[in-house]
Protein backbone atom coordinates (compact mmCIF):
# COMPACT_ATOMS: atom_id res chain seq x y z
CA UNK A 1 0.00 0.00 0.00
CA UNK A 2 1.37 3.62 -0.69
CA UNK A 3 -0.08 6.31 1.14
CA UNK A 4 0.31 10.33 -0.04
CA UNK A 5 -1.19 12.75 2.45
CA UNK A 6 -2.40 16.42 1.31
CA UNK A 7 -4.43 18.94 2.21
CA UNK A 8 -2.17 20.86 4.66
CA UNK A 9 -1.54 24.56 4.63
CA UNK A 10 -1.63 27.90 6.43
CA UNK A 11 -4.89 28.37 8.38
CA UNK A 12 -5.75 31.05 11.29
CA UNK A 13 -7.00 29.69 14.63
CA UNK A 14 -10.42 28.49 14.17
CA UNK A 15 -9.97 28.07 11.09
CA UNK A 16 -10.43 24.27 9.13
CA UNK A 17 -8.68 22.17 7.03
CA UNK A 18 -9.48 18.96 5.15
CA UNK A 19 -6.45 16.58 5.17
CA UNK A 20 -6.72 13.19 2.62
CA UNK A 21 -5.13 10.30 2.34
CA UNK A 22 -5.00 9.26 -1.24
CA UNK A 23 -4.18 4.97 -1.48
CA UNK A 24 -2.82 2.33 -4.08
CA UNK A 25 -3.92 -1.11 -3.58
CA UNK A 26 -6.84 -2.90 -4.44
CA UNK A 27 -7.31 -4.25 -0.76
CA UNK A 28 -7.24 -0.65 0.86
CA UNK A 29 -10.54 -1.23 2.72
CA UNK A 30 -8.72 -4.12 4.28
CA UNK A 31 -6.72 -1.68 6.04
CA UNK A 32 -6.74 0.36 9.07
CA UNK A 33 -5.58 4.12 8.43
CA UNK A 34 -4.40 6.27 11.35
CA UNK A 35 -3.29 9.92 11.09
CA UNK A 36 -0.54 10.97 13.15
CA UNK A 37 1.51 14.64 13.55
CA UNK A 38 4.67 15.44 14.39
CA UNK A 39 5.37 19.06 16.04
CA UNK A 40 8.48 21.32 16.33
CA UNK A 41 10.51 19.17 18.66
CA UNK A 42 7.80 16.87 19.26
CA UNK A 43 7.41 12.91 19.21
CA UNK A 44 5.19 12.07 16.53
CA UNK A 45 2.15 11.35 18.19
CA UNK A 46 -1.57 9.63 17.02
CA UNK A 47 -4.62 11.85 16.16
CA UNK A 48 -7.22 9.61 15.15
CA UNK A 49 -7.97 5.75 13.57
CA UNK A 50 -10.57 4.57 11.51
CA UNK A 51 -11.07 0.94 10.88
CA UNK A 52 -11.27 -0.41 7.09
CA UNK A 53 -14.93 -0.67 7.14
CA UNK A 54 -14.94 2.86 8.77
CA UNK A 55 -17.27 1.69 11.08
CA UNK A 56 -14.98 2.39 14.20
CA UNK A 57 -13.10 5.12 15.10
CA UNK A 58 -11.22 7.02 17.52
CA UNK A 59 -9.59 10.27 18.96
CA UNK A 60 -7.05 11.88 20.65
CA UNK A 61 -8.14 13.80 23.29
CA UNK A 62 -6.72 16.70 22.39
CA UNK A 63 -8.76 16.83 19.25
CA UNK A 64 -11.72 15.25 20.20
CA UNK A 65 -14.85 17.03 19.29
CA UNK A 66 -12.69 19.27 16.81
CA UNK A 67 -11.36 16.63 13.89
CA UNK A 68 -13.40 13.71 12.34
CA UNK A 69 -11.71 10.96 10.51
CA UNK A 70 -13.97 9.11 7.65
CA UNK A 71 -12.88 7.14 4.65
CA UNK A 72 -14.23 6.99 1.05
CA UNK A 73 -13.39 3.16 -0.05
CA UNK A 74 -14.62 3.23 -3.55
CA UNK A 75 -12.09 6.60 -3.48
CA UNK A 76 -9.21 4.86 -1.64
CA UNK A 77 -8.49 8.01 0.63
CA UNK A 78 -9.32 8.80 4.12
CA UNK A 79 -9.73 12.22 5.35
CA UNK A 80 -9.05 14.08 8.63
CA UNK A 81 -11.27 16.95 8.52
CA UNK A 82 -10.11 19.59 11.09
CA UNK A 83 -12.13 22.66 12.76
CA UNK A 84 -11.32 25.04 15.33
CA UNK A 85 -7.63 24.63 14.59
CA UNK A 86 -5.01 26.17 17.46
CA UNK A 87 -1.49 26.80 17.18
CA UNK A 88 -0.78 24.10 19.01
CA UNK A 89 -2.48 21.49 15.90
CA UNK A 90 0.46 23.32 14.13
CA UNK A 91 2.73 19.83 12.46
CA UNK A 92 3.55 17.85 9.86
CA UNK A 93 0.55 15.33 9.35
CA UNK A 94 1.44 11.82 8.37
CA UNK A 95 -1.37 8.96 7.49
CA UNK A 96 -0.68 5.70 8.09
CA UNK A 97 -2.06 2.22 7.48
CA UNK A 98 -2.20 -1.50 8.58
CA UNK A 99 -3.73 -4.38 8.48
CA UNK A 100 -5.77 -5.69 11.38
CA UNK A 101 -7.50 -4.02 14.24
CA UNK A 102 -7.15 -0.46 15.58
CA UNK A 103 -3.70 0.88 16.91
CA UNK A 104 -2.50 4.01 18.60
CA UNK A 105 1.37 3.66 17.68
CA UNK A 106 3.40 4.51 15.17
CA UNK A 107 5.49 1.54 15.42
CA UNK A 108 3.01 -0.81 14.75
CA UNK A 109 2.01 0.98 11.66
CA UNK A 110 3.56 -0.57 8.02
CA UNK A 111 3.04 1.89 5.57
CA UNK A 112 3.57 6.07 6.05
CA UNK A 113 2.95 8.62 3.45
CA UNK A 114 5.51 11.57 3.24
CA UNK A 115 2.86 14.36 5.50
CA UNK A 116 1.78 17.51 4.76
CA UNK A 117 2.74 20.80 7.12
CA UNK A 118 -0.42 22.12 9.08
CA UNK A 119 0.13 25.61 10.30
CA UNK A 120 -1.87 27.49 12.39
CA UNK A 121 -1.63 30.92 13.26
CA UNK A 122 -2.67 32.91 16.43
Known amino acids: VQLQASGGGLVQAGGSLRLSCAASGRTFSSYVVGWFRQGPGKEREFVAV????????RYADSVKGRFTISRDNAKNTVYLLMNSLKPEDTAVYYC????????????????WGQGTLVTVSS
Open 50 to 57: ITGSGSMT
Open 96 to 111: ASRPGSLSYYPYEYEY
